[in-house]
């Protein structure tokens, strides 16, 4: 799936992609990798998009849990179950992402 | 930092306290790669657990104590876990915790991690909670029916939290603030009024400026609880009081160890105490911050999570390399809405509303020194926090740190009420 031009995501930033569900977001990180992972925490309904990144690892914008970018596993508590990690192909400067085929962990409260 | 009297390489680390700071120091201590004997002691029989949450789904009902225990799925810190055991002292020239059942535990280095108090008065009549542990949470949820009078004295963010979630229960709830609008005194009356309209669209009852003088109860000893009565000498009825009016610093099981105590623990800027191979973190540390210039002690549930990291670097003599001080970040959620706060206020900045409207419930508002953000409170605006906090300056260092000084400041603690 084309997600965007490597070029739309500014270093630091990251974009939701709501056109699938649950809803991914594909961050670009301060050293110029890219990684994909469900934007919803797991935890409680927060979209990741909006998180803290630092390094490899975001910091969900509401009660701070944090996760690894590249696996998806919890760095950080109150969250406790992992979220997906999707895979990204960088090719010709578009950004292509192929989804998990795993259960997402949704927080409770949200569904599919 | 001197840790000349520490045996070398640290080989085995006593935690005293199993809450957030102290789970998130063994697991700090294990990333870090320590393979040495981890002790870990709690005054209470749970596992780590999560505190924000006592006072909102817990208290609901909507979560349950399984959904609270900080330690993640497969986790595994090898820990030798002493859970029920008060600290009931400490010896620093030989780090021997001694337990008040008579045990006692030694090791090369110690982590103290005991949190804090909830304050409270002596001589309550029953029915009288504060809120700070999980088994205080389940006592208090087990009085909150529907039609129950309650009295929340103080309009802090445990004092809101517990308002909101005991009204969306049904409970019948005033709250008892001593200041103008509640949270208005660290963040601005725009905030305060804003939180206030979200508690009385809620169905919650704000009094502020209010002094209680007296809790009132039937009978001796043990009487259950009829009201508070006001300075004034207004009468408010009462079926359930929860106070929430401030903690202190978990250290009276310190008071003879010689250990440096103000606020808190008095600690360098990397929460080492004032005995070698002694490290405090978490809401009974007071951390020296360069910023201040003074030692401060931070409840925020994220310092408490994330300052672990640095201590256990600093205890194991590891040179981590320089971060940049994030800016704190807190949240509360109430009675459906989310307020969050990410930044430093050190008094005297400019408060510009940037967004919404105190009556809308969407506020967003952004604290400057000169020119420069150094703070941000979003009600109901996640996006623009989390744009905002990016945005934020670091403010300047006051002086040069210097570990181990002297002096520690105490923060300005919430006027307490007085119980005739």
Not at chain 2, 80 to 90: C, P, V
Not at chain 2, 359 to 382: F, K, T, W
Request: glycine share 10%; hydrophobic share 40%.
């Amino acid at each position: 799936m084309r997600i965007c031009a490597l070029a739309d995501i500014a270093r630091g930033d990251a974009l939701r992609v709501d056109t699938v569900s649950p809803p991914i977001a594909v961050f670009h990180t301060e050293d110029g990798e890219v990684f994909a992972i469900d934007d919803t925490c797991s935890h409680q309904d927060a979209s990741l998009a909006d998180g803290w990144v630092e390094g490899c690892e975001v910091e969900c914008p509401l009660h701070a849990s944090k996760f690894d970018l590249r696996t998806g596993l919890v760095d950080a508590p109150p969250a406790k179950r992992p979220i997906r990690a999707h895979t990204v192909t960088v090719s010709d400067g578009d950004i292509f992402v192929t989804l998990s085929t795993a259960d997402p962990n949704l927080p409770p409260g949200v569904t599919l | 930092m001197s840790l000349s009297s520490l045996p070398e390489p640290v080989r085995s680390v006593t935690i005293v306290g199993a809450s957030l700071a102290g789970h998130a120091s063994a697991r700090a201590l294990r990333d870090l790669g320590f393979t040495g004997r981890i002790t870990i002691v709690g005054g209470e029989e749970h596992r780590p657990y999560d505190r924000p949450p006592l006072s909102k789904d817990f208290l609901a009902g909507t979560a349950v104590a399984s959904d609270l225990w900080l330690e993640g799925e497969n986790e595994d810190l090898d820990a030798d876990w002493r859970l029920g055991a008060m600290a009931a002292s400490l010896d620093p020239a030989t780090r021997t915790v001694m337990l008040a059942d008579g045990r006692t535990v030694t090791s090369d280095a110690v982590v103290i991690s005991t949190g804090s108090f909830a304050k409270t008065f002596p001589q309550l009549p029953a029915g009288v909670h504060t809120l700070r542990t999980l088994d205080d949470a389940i006592g208090l949820r087990a009085e909150l029916t529907p039609g129950t009078r309650l009295v929340v004295v103080g309009s802090g963010f445990i004092g809101l939290e517990v308002a909101a979630t005991a009204r969306g229960l049904g409970v019948d709830v005033t709250v008892l603030g001593t200041t103008g609008n509640p949270l208005s005194r660290a963040f601005g009356t725009a905030v305060g009024e804003a939180v206030q309209g979200i508690q009385e669209r809620h169905g919650v009852r704000i009094r502020n400026n209010t002094r209680v003088e007296a809790v009132l109860g039937q009978g001796g000893t043990g009487g259950r609880v009829t009201g508070v009565r006001l300075i004034s000498g207004e009468i408010i009825d009462a079926d359930v009081v929860v106070l929430g009016i401030g903690s202190i610093a978990a250290t009276d099981w310190l008071e003879d160890s010689g250990i440096e105590l103000g606020s808190g623990v008095v600690c360098s800027e990397v929460g080492e105490t004032s005995a070698p191979g002694i490290f405090a973190v978490g809401d009974c540390s007071a951390w020296f911050d360069p910023v201040r210039g003074t030692h401060h002690r931070i409840e925020h549930w994220s310092d408490s999570r994330d300052r672990p990291a640095i201590a256990m670097a600093a205890l194991l003599s590891i040179d981590a390399p320089a971060k940049a001080l994030r800016p704190s970040y807190l949240w509360s959620d109430q009675a459906g809405s989310r307020i969050q706060f990410a930044g430093r206020l050190l008094g005297g900045e400019t408060v510009d509303v940037e967004a919404g409207t105190a009556e809308g419930g969407d506020l967003l508002v952004v604290y400057r020194r000169g020119d420069e953000p150094v703070a941000v409170v979003g009600i109901n605006q996640p996006k623009l926090v989390a744009a905002w906090r990016k945005r934020l300056t670091a403010p300047a260092i006051a002086r040069p740190a210097i570990a181990r000084s002297a002096t520690s400041a105490s923060e300005p603690s919430e006027p307490a009420v007085s119980i005739a």
